[in-house]
């Protein structure tokens, strides 16, 4: 069967990675997570105190930009692919809320996008690809065959948020993660360079009252109807 190319956009923590894993599970398609490279790049901005607390040396990071070199490396113990920072596995460190508190405004960064955007092209060159993010079905791969756009209450969102830092031990309050989630709601929405749209042609789904188990059965169903047209 011919593959195709599935671009998952939406709003932070909507799932997109969830349904994006299982699909390229179950379609045996490449997987690939553009938040994590975008995250990456924050880690590596605050690792070299080019952003922090009041400030951010975008000039600096933009200068220091050819330093950057992602990978994602397979692990076959937890079966994904994880992040790697020049040769260092970054996976944990580019998950915690502080990065998240950061990487809305990295990723505002024309020269940040276009770096990523270029990376991210050639990953999915020879189709067969779930891509998960913002401007995928916009920027990246804007002939993608099949685009989502999920979204989901603000409130369900940090919730879910919260309770996956929770089980891992951070130290949270939900407060803050509500508060985290709208204002990277905000600042993706409003960048200038490839705001979170949803294209004109991208199949929108509410999540906000699905279970894990009947969202991945509507969204795999649409996907069967994709390949058979294709
Ligand atoms: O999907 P995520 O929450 O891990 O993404 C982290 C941030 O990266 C998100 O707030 C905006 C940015 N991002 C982006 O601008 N474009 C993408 N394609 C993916 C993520």
Redesign the pocket.
């Known amino acids: 069967m011919k593959k195709i190319t599935i671009a998952i956009d939406g709003f932070?923590?909507t799932g997109?990675?969830t349904i994006a894993k299982h699909l390229a599970q179950v379609l045996n398609y490449i997987y690939v997570?553009?938040?994590?490279?975008?995250?990456a790049v924050t880690y590596f901005a605050m690792k070299n105190n080019l952003i922090g607390d009041g400030f951010f040396k975008v000039d600096e990071l933009i200068a220091k930009l050819d330093e950057v070199e992602l990978k994602f490396i397979y692990n076959p113990q937890v079966q994904l692919a994880e992040m790697y920072l020049n040769d260092e596995n970054v996976e944990q460190q580019i998950r915690t809320l502080e990065v998240?508190n950061f990487?809305?405004n990295v990723?505002t960064i024309s020269e940040v996008?276009k770096k990523l955007v270029e990376q991210q092209q050639k990953m999915g060159a020879e189709k067969g690809v779930v891509m998960?993010?913002?401007?995928?079905g916009t920027v990246?791969f804007p002939k993608a065959e099949l685009k989502l756009f999920l979204n989901a209450s603000a409130d369900k969102r940090a919730n879910r948020r919260f309770q996956e830092l929770i089980n891992k031990g951070d130290v949270v309050s939900y407060e803050e993660i509500l508060e985290n989630v709208k204002s990277?709601d905000y600042?993706?929405s409003n960048r200038e360079d490839?705001p979170?749209v949803v294209a004109s042609d991208a199949i929108e789904i509410d999540n906000s009252d699905m279970t894990k188990e009947e969202q991945f059965e509507k969204i795999y169903q649409i996907v069967q109807q994709k390949l058979q047209e294709n």
């Open positions: 932070s923590s997109k990675s997570d553009t938040g994590a490279m975008y995250r998240s990487v809305s990723s996008r998960d993010g913002r401007d995928i990246v990277r600042i993706d490839s979170l």
